[in-house]
């Protein structure tokens, strides 16, 4: 079960699992998160397909903000299959446009370190980058039927 939003517009810190649908129901509450979830819906198809275990999502998709830009998340490397895997989410260049294009959000390898604070993404994306303080992510596990 996904909790209730913190005083900061927030999910309290830590990892909470949830499967696709209680996801839709819980963030899929505007025409825009509607469309950003299509998007995120297709690249959690490729990354199945390829074998990834896990995806986080993260950014303001899952926040209380009513309207995000787009949302943003990181996936499990391990069991992919490389060849499986659609290249445009290892395409990291001009701002992860490719990715933007066609999945309308960014996802990046979870185990990868961050350039800037040298956390992995999954670390990384556990910290408000306003306040510093640490937050939610939400998990899906892809190994079940996720849909």
């Known amino acids: 079960m996904i909790p209730t939003f913190n005083s900061d517009?927030?999910?309290?810190?830590?990892?909470h699992w949830t499967k696709w649908q209680e996801f839709v129901e819980r963030f899929?509450?505007?025409?825009?998160?509607?469309?950003?979830?299509?998007?995120?819906k297709s690249a959690i198809d490729s990354l199945s397909?390829?074998?990834?275990?896990?995806?986080?999502i993260d950014g303001s998709f899952v926040t209380e903000k009513e309207n995000p830009n787009d949302y943003d998340g990181c996936w499990d490397v391990t069991?992919?299959?490389?060849?499986?895997?659609?290249?445009?989410?290892?395409?990291?260049?001009n701002g992860r446009a490719a990715q933007?294009?066609?999945?309308?959000?960014?996802?990046?390898?979870?185990?990868?370190?961050?350039s800037i604070t040298g956390k992995t993404?999954?670390?990384f994306f556990q910290v408000d980058k306003n306040t510093g303080n640490p937050?939610?992510?939400?998990?899906i596990d892809l190994r079940r039927a996720w849909l």
């Open 9 to 15: 517009g927030n999910l309290p810190p830590g990892v």
């Open 28 to 40: 899929g509450t505007t025409p825009r998160r509607q469309q950003l979830l299509k998007g995120l």
């Open 49 to 56: 397909k390829a074998g990834c275990p896990v995806i986080y």
């Open 79 to 93: 069991g992919v299959d490389p060849y499986l895997l659609d290249p445009i989410l290892l395409n990291f260049d």
């Open 100 to 114: 933007k294009i066609k999945y309308q959000g960014e996802l990046f390898p979870a185990q990868t370190s961050e």
């Open 121 to 123: 993404f999954l670390e």
């Open 135 to 139: 937050k939610g992510i939400v998990a």
